[in-house]
Nanobody, 116 residues
Framework: QVQMAESGGGLVQPGGSLRLSCAAS????????MGWYRQAPGKQRESVAY???????NYGDSVKGRFTISRDNGKNTVFLQMNSLKAEDTAVYSC??????????WGQGTQVTVSS
């Protein structure tokens, strides 16, 4: 069983920053890709960013240049540094990890609200 524990969400003013963290724990032999999705009310789920164990990254167009994803492979933890936040970044952010055979594990989601 693998658990994903997220932290770091909250309320921030436009232009501010937040850092999300997500740690995978439990029995998992290896993790290839870790990343974040988000979903705002009434909108489709959107891939925010992901990172491979090699360090290669990918970002959604709406967050390029503002968000940075990183990971600590030794601790099976992924981070999302979010800068220059906008109201349209408001959403529930969920982390995931892809293990052997493409099995994905998901966090419970953390709310990020950007508002003055």
């Amino acid at each position: 069983q693998v658990q994903m524990a997220e932290s770091g969400g909250g309320l921030v003013q436009p232009g501010g920053s937040l850092r999300l963290s997500c740690a995978a724990s439990g029995t998992i032999s290896s993790i290839d890709r870790m990343g974040w999705y988000r979903q705002a009310p009434g909108k489709q789920r959107e891939s925010v960013a992901y990172i491979f164990s090699s360090g290669r990254t990918n970002y959604g167009d709406s967050v390029k240049g503002r968000f940075t994803i990183s990971r600590d492979n030794g601790k099976n933890t992924v981070f999302l540094q979010m800068n220059s936040l906008k109201a349209e970044d408001t959403a529930v952010y969920s982390c995931y990890a892809v293990g052997p055979y493409g099995v994905a594990y998901w966090g419970q989601g953390t709310q990020v609200t950007v508002s003055s």
